[in-house]
């Protein structure tokens, strides 16, 4: 027994990877997680009863505010009537938003609206597990080993949807929001009276409070604060931060047991992987597979785009994909090799030369790639696959028709290998990584083929 409630968190992730990285945080901390993709029936959700944790995976990330004040609502209302102990919309640890693209400062208007009474809403971006961090409110995210403040970050500062030009979290949300954000800095984390302070804080009547988030201390001192001196039900806006800090109080306190160590996969002889992902960190991994084993099979992403040319370019690439794996290697098929490639600037260019939106443009390339992916694991039974990208993610699962996922092993921090759970049974148990532009080491797509370790 943990001396915890059975429930113990509700989370609606805004986008696919994302949403995986807090099963991961939780289930390899002995806490059995379930994500789903899609509202469960009441068959599916009595069989993962056990599930300490109940996530719903979503795509407000790439939505605008009216999308948001449609839909938020209802998904808000639903979790709350879990009556989870804490409820959280979970957000990218990079922070990266924008008032007109998943606007963070809109997701914490709704559901402010909707846990309504709640005095205070805790945020937290950092989560130094993932290399993320937040130092007097200014966010940092590593690249190749190195922090960066994230509006010099290399990838996130140029962000081809949400570049990140403001690295002050309170400064970025209010661009978003008309809440009142204060800060509970690391000073005051770190200090004998960190209740004393708090309290303080909270006498301000804050909407809503930052904490920094630099170490394995920060974050304990942070979930004893959101556990023991914010009423239930909590609702709070937060990346998978939050899950560590939570146990990290938790096991300080002695209400969760030592986590089992985890066990890795068994290795796969083939595996197939799909990347819709422009990220350096990305192109750096692709690099690395094409020079291992892999074969890269290049996806022209206007040919998918435009309907003379859908078929024939996923078809192409559906046998292309069926010859490597015949020949014993696995498949790679990409769209881009970084934000450099000149495949890039001519998809840009297609755009400019259509009426085809970028949000739309992109949900076409997704899924295709799903397309492509769910056809060669029907007809040849491959059973482990790779998806890069955060949007491309929820695009193939879109395609593949899951409804829910748990952790199958863990591969690298934030992105799990995960087991399928699918109406299909041939889809069923199909084992398979969705993995975020900026998620893993250059090695990733092998990690995937070695089942973790």
Known sequence: MTGLPHLLLAYYGDDFTGSTDVMEALTLNGLPTVLFLQPPTEEQRRAFAHC???????????????????HLPAIFAGMKALNAPVSQYKVCSTFDSSPTVGSIGRALDIGRAVFGGQGCTPVLAGAPALGRYTVFGNHFATAAGQPHRLDRHPTMARH???????????????????????????????????????DALLAGRPDAVLFDALDRASLAQTGRLIWER???????????????????????????PDAPSPSPSVPADRIMAVSGSCSPATA????????????????????????????QEIHAAVRATAAALAAGASPLVYTARGPDDPAVG?????????????????EGVGRALGRILREVVLTTGLRRAVVAGGDTSGHVNGELGAYALTVAAPLAPGAPLCAMHAADPR????????????????????????GGG
């Open 52 to 70: 300490r944790a109940i996530g719903f995976a979503g795509i407000s990330r790439s939505k605008d505010p009216a999308w948001m004040d449609a």
């Open 160 to 198: 081809p949807v949400t570049p990140m030009a403001e690295a002050d979290l309170r400064r970025h949300l209010a661009a978003q929001t008309a809440a009142t954000v204060a800060l509970f800095d690391i000073l005051a984390l770190q200090a004998g009276d960190a209740d004393a302070r708090f």
């Open 230 to 256: 914010l009423a239930a039900p909590r609702f709070c806006v937060a990346s998978s931060g939050l899950e560590y800090a939570l146990v990290e109080h938790w096991r300080a306190a002695g209400l969760l």
């Open 284 to 311: 750096e991994q692709i690099g690395w597979a094409l020079g291992h084993g892999f074969a890269g099979i290049r996806l022209d992403p206007a040919r998918v785009v435009a309907a003379e040319s859908r078929d």
């Open 346 to 362: 001519a998809f840009d260019a297609f755009l400019a030369r259509t009426a085809l939106s970028r949000e739309r443009a992109n």
């Open 427 to 450: 889809l069923r148990g199909l084992e398979i990584a969705l993995k975020g532009g900026q998620m893993g080491q250059a090695d990733f797509f092998g990690a995937v083929r070695r």
